[in-house]
């Protein structure tokens, strides 16, 4: 909360619990800094809390996983289209005995054969090499 009171103009302290309008002011300058990413960064947090309260079944953690996967490659593909960003990631899950098939490795057009070519790993492999990591 006090990342978003910060964007309220300078010398306006808050102190206690934020009303509804100043939540209301906060949330409008939040959107108006990240015009066009703003709904996206809101589902991913809200993906990562999803995330933090999973006990779920393989299943349901199966879903969640596909469901951040895709999102993060349509992010990393749009910051690649819209603003020449270009990156790659690796994504797993951490329960040993319940994410053996939780793997995946993306990289955008100007990262493409990254991990293979600086650190000799296959998509596999990296994925195996992070598994043990994490």
Known sequence: ?????????????????????IQKRCFTLFKAEYKDMYSTILETWKEAKELENMGGTLAQRQQVFDKSKKNLNHMFTALSKAHGFEGAYLLAGRVVNQDGGLGHVFMTPGAEQFFATRCRAGDDEIIGHFKVHI
């Open 1 to 21: 909360m006090e990342r978003e009171l910060a964007r309220l103009p300078k010398g306006e302290q808050i102190t206690g619990t934020p009303t509804a309008d």
